[in-house]
Every structure is written in structure tokens, then in C-alpha cells.
């Protein structure tokens, strides 16, 4: 069984940063192998892609709200992927989620469809 524990998350103020991490562990998954991704969802509203990181760690994409912002790293030798939030606002608030890709999908990794394994995620809070 894969499991997946983010941490990280607090309470902020508008402009201030964070870093969030998960680690992944459990057999039947060589962490290094695959893609990871970040996800959101704030109350009421659909998860939502953040950011994704190839599986060496070449690679990184985000999306549009948080381009500029932050950052998706990795480091295969921890199974650790982390999320560095800067500048962060009051429209980051959500509980976040880190991701494994599944080995074999159709789906766009942007898409919430195309990861199998999820963690129980964070909460990011940011007063204005």
C-alpha cells in the first residue's frame, strides 16, 4: 500500500510564504518513477491543479494562478516532493493535496483523474 502525508500548512497573512511537503511510502510504487502533482480545493469549489513535477524533476508546470509564485521540487532520495508558496494570498486559502500519477492513464496530468494515490492533505489559510 502507497500512502501519501503532506504537511506544511498553517495560517498565514497575505504576502508571507510557506513550504509544503509530502512524503511518500509503502511498497508497490518506486516513488522516482513517476510524476507527482499538487492539487486544491477550497470550500464549495472543485479540486484544482497547482502544479506537477516530472519524474526526474526536470520538468515542472503550474498552473496560470500560481505561476510566479511557486514552486514544485522533488527529491527522489527522501520520496519527498515539496511545494514552496510565496506571496501567497487570501484566494490560496484550500486544503492541499499531494498526488501520485497513475503508470497508465488517458488523462491530462492537469486532471485530477489521472493520479491514483492521494494524501489526506493541508490546510493553507491566508488572512488578508
Known amino acids: 500500500q502507497v500512502q501519501l502525508v503532506e504537511s506544511g500548512g498553517g495560517l498565514v497573512q497575505a504576502g508571507d510564504s510557506l513550504r509544503l511537503s509530502c512524503a511518500v511510502s509503502?511498497?508497490?510504487?518506486?516513488?522516482?518513477?513517476?510524476?507527482m502533482g499538487w492539487f486544491r480545493q477550497a470550500p464549495g469549489k472543485e479540486r484544482e491543479f497547482v502544479a506537477a513535477?516530472?519524474?526526474?524533476?526536470?520538468?515542472?508546470y503550474y498552473a496560470d494562478s500560481v505561476k510566479g509564485r511557486f514552486t514544485i521540487s522533488r527529491d527522489n532520495a527522501k520520496n519527498t516532493v515539496y511545494l514552496q508558496m510565496n506571496s501567497l494570498e487570501p484566494e490560496d486559502t484550500a486544503v492541499y493535496y499531494c498526488?501520485?500519477?497513475?503508470?497508465?492513464?488517458?488523462?491530462?496530468?492537469?486532471?485530477?483523474?489521472?493520479?491514483?494515490?492521494w494524501g489526506q492533505g493541508t490546510q493553507v489559510t491566508v488572512s488578508s
Open positions: 498526488a501520485s500519477q497513475a503508470a497508465t492513464t488517458t488523462q491530462s496530468f492537469r486532471h485530477r483523474g489521472a493520479y491514483d494515490y
Open positions: 509503502g511498497r508497490g510504487r518506486t516513488f522516482s518513477n513517476y510524476r
Open positions: 513535477i516530472s519524474w526526474t524533476g526536470s520538468i515542472t
